[in-house]
């Protein structure tokens, strides 16, 4: 079956820094991407919607300037959290939809970002 | 605004013994997902419920889905230890995503 890749599984970054992570989608093309947070024994929180070639779509309360998303490619977004502090510690996890085949949502295996 | 409750949030059952866990959402939609996770790990898709009254199966899971009540159940039956995990339901959105309930953390003891 279709399966989305996030690299990397884990970072862990000292304060100020910025870090980026990928979602690939291995075998079929994503026109759109959704980018969830997951805080300790938390839900997943959707953050923003990753759309190819266009601006990304943020849900209420997060910041654009502070996640950057790209979606340069119909295989690959990339999260970026800049100049990260440790309250951005947390599980990050995509999606992507395989609308050619299934329309299944395949979610990544998560990154885990920790900020000292 | 979709809300999606999931309960009960925690759950600690003796194996063998049957449990359902209740989700209820506010806006219509067509789209209700059943997902479970492992400490540490990402979700393993377990049921996708499509249509009014539509029941899944899978090993000693089962989900069923009623539209009109906005209400899907997983039920548990004779649970044994390796069910332990946090189950989440999620409900579909028009614009592709999904908004995800609270979770249950179930814990199956011997």
């Known amino acids: 079956g279709a399966v989305v890749s996030q690299h990397p599984s884990w970072v862990i970054c000292k304060s100020g820094t910025s870090v980026k992570i990928e979602c690939r989608s291995l075998d079929f093309q994503a026109t759109t991407m959704f980018w969830y947070r997951q805080f300790p024994k938390q839900s997943l929180m959707l953050m923003a919607t990753s759309n190819e070639g266009s601006k990304a779509t943020y849900e209420q309360g997060v910041e654009k300037d502070k996640f950057l998303i790209n979606h340069a490619s119909l295989t690959l977004s990339t999260l970026t959290v800049t100049s990260a502090h440790p309250e951005d510690s947390s599980f990050y996890i995509c999606?992507?939809?395989?609308?050619?085949?299934?329309?299944?949502?395949?979610f990544g295996e998560g990154s885990r970002l920790t900020v000292l | 605004e979709l809300k999606v409750e999931q309960n009960p949030l925690f759950l600690s059952m003796q194996e063998g013994k049957n449990y359902t866990i209740y989700c209820n959402y506010s806006?219509?939609?067509?789209?209700l997902y059943w997902y479970r996770q492992d400490p540490g790990k990402s979700l393993e898709s377990l049921f996708v419920l499509l249509s009014n009254g539509a029941v899944k199966q899978e090993g000693r899971l089962m989900a069923s889905l009623d539209t009109k009540a906005r209400l899907s159940t997983l039920h548990i039956t004779a649970a044994v230890h390796d069910l332990s995990a946090t189950y989440f339901c999620?409900?579909?959105?028009?614009?592709?995503?999904?908004?995800f309930g609270a979770g249950t953390r179930l814990t199956v003891k011997p």
């Open positions: 999620a409900v579909g959105r028009n614009n592709n995503d999904m908004r």
């Open positions: 806006t219509t939609s067509d789209r």
């Open positions: 999606s992507a939809r395989d609308l050619q085949n299934t329309g299944e949502l395949f």
